[in-house]
């Protein structure tokens, strides 16, 4: 176990300059911290192990440039509310830190949790190519990850909602009504959850026995430009159905229908994922997904405690729900044409 | 909530009847005693859900056809204890039952755990053909198994370990070793947990942009088949390294190349999943896949006991470890062809 004494003897400085600078004392210069939180990080040195009473500091981290917390009708409202549910009766404090591109840039992961006190984290929001995911793989710090998978690192948990159950369950529900020819559309694959979601679509299908070819998805970057290209599309190919990766999207996808001349569900089923609470109220009100936000941010909690504990569960996936609502009916008939006698 | 007094009117008898034939009073008939738990299974009645202070009795129930566990070095031992280890402590009685395909013929899932006033079970070793695993998809009984996964049924959930993550450290290990050219022996495909670690094999290939094709994988029945037809197909194709479904078809690896005339590891690098008592003492020693039982054990009750109590957590996945022995070395440098002057 790495100690004090060892990234003094690295830095050729004294233990107590390393003590102070370790407890942002002000007598320390901003290089020389850096310099010695980066050293105690390199050596896998972290507060957890320091303390007889260990650190009750954790953190809900937020990509604030991804995901919305701070109002009841933001999606992640719930998961933080959760999170603290399970975490503040078991002692801990817990702080809410938004972060974006840029802090990630500037510090390293593992710097900033023992720069700050955190014995652990659970991170929402991150994308595959932001800096902070490239330092999780060989991070030292107890980490959960909602809808994000780091593999091989035994101090990181994936928390989430099994989305190929979902994608079963929303395939198996338009089968019930008679839907044959469904797409999916999605925004662009640049982030776990969307690449999980794309992939399970073409799985369910199959488990469901029903025809498929890489031109039943539409993935783009741009809202738009799914609504504008994929969308009519689909309607072009004779889909009667169609599963959004998110319900925005649906959302969206309704009122572009509407813009279209396209009756929900009339003429096209649409089906959303995550059942954020705007999904009651879309007109026809949203069948969609649910992912329980609550569970998930107890399950955050629940597992990251786990980490801290010697418990090295890598992924926790919890059911997902269908909820049936009205953006979803039988297939149409074909309206037989009607020819001049 | 289904009551007693359902079951009395669904079958036109009176309900102290019914009472009797679901607490097993002698004076009713055994034809009488199954028709009352069918109805009562068929109405969604759980003994569970009855009585005020809930019923404190579970069970491990093991495909004995499958799995062995009654001695230390048999591979579900440690489970079985794991699960003891959490289970006895948080209050409940648990039971072992070894069950076989003829009993699961026989008794419907839900009638055999409401007769035997089980709230709850853990299920090791089922194949996929298996009679209960066709009701495990509409049970109303909480049940936690070991690698399988029940898609859409909010009462069960998968225990396991992370496979993809197990299979992309095993493929990290030999290509850091100057592997390319790696197979991958399996037994049939027809239990969950081979699918899922035969999958995992070309997406770890993927993951880590080695080449792969079909032909890297052979998968029989008989293990003296991969033993005889795959093995040498593989030496002949010029593999250096070769990844088994099992530590058990790994160490029969290890003693075929010893009749080829192959060195383990000078020629062939062989690796094993499940780390069994064994693997430690075959010659040489052999590198594997860690799965920690007495963690998994653990998590099935964990797992269980959170569907007893509404957390509807549908898949909970272990970190792997890679256990680095001796059956592992450099890839082979080819020997340059010796011309006569």
Redesign the interface.
């Known amino acids: 176990m790495t100690t004090i004494q060892d990234i003094a003897d690295k830095l050729g400085i004294s233990k107590s300059t390393v003590s102070k600078a370790l407890n942002d004392a002000p007598d320390i210069s901003e290089t020389l911290q850096k310099q010695v939180l980066e050293t105690a990080v390199e050596l896998g040195y972290t507060k957890l192990r320091r303390y007889k009473k260990p650190v009750r500091k954790l953190c809900v981290i937020v990509q604030r440039d991804n995901i919305e917390y701070e109002e009841p009708h933001h999606f992640a409202y719930d998961i933080v509310m959760g999170f603290r549910q399970a975490a503040v009766p078991a002692g801990f404090e817990v702080a809410v830190v938004p972060v974006d591109a840029a802090l990630q840039r500037d510090i390293s992961y593992d710097v900033f949790m023992l720069q700050h006190d955190f014995a652990g984290a659970f991170l929402l929001g991150f994308s595959l190519g932001e800096p902070w995911m490239k330092d999780l793989k060989t991070s030292h710090t107890p980490t959960a990850l909602y809808d994000n998978h780091i593999?091989?690192n035994?101090m990181t948990s994936y928390v989430g909602?099994?989305n190929?159950?979902g994608m079963?369950?929303a395939i198996?529900h338009l089968k019930s009504l008679g839907h044959k020819k469904i797409g999916y559309i999605s925004s662009a694959l640049g982030s776990h959850i969307m690449q999980v979601r794309h992939r399970a679509f073409f799985q369910a299908m199959r488990?469901h026995g029903m025809k498929t070819d890489p031109s039943f998805a539409g993935c783009s970057y741009y809202l738009s430009e799914c609504m504008e290209k994929h969308l009519p599309r689909f309607l072009d190919m004779g889909m009667t159905a169609v599963i959004c990766c998110q319900d925005t999207f649906a959302s969206a996808a309704i009122t572009q229908c509407q813009q279209l001349g396209c009756r929900v569900p009339d003429d096209l089923s649409i089906i959303g994922f995550d059942d954020i609470p705007l999904s009651a109220y879309t007109s026809p009100p949203l069948t969609t997904v649910r992912q329980?936000r609550i569970?998930l941010g107890?399950?955050g909690f629940n597992t990251l405690n786990g980490l801290m504990n010697g418990?090295?569960?890598?992924?926790?996936?919890?059911?997902?729900?269908l909820v049936v609502r009205s953006s979803t009916a039988r297939c149409p008939v074909p309206v037989p044409v009607q020819y001049d006698s």
């Open positions: 593999i091989g035994p909602i099994d190929e159950e079963y369950l198996g488990s329980n569970q107890k399950s418990v090295s569960t890598g992924t926790i996936l919890l059911h997902a729900e």
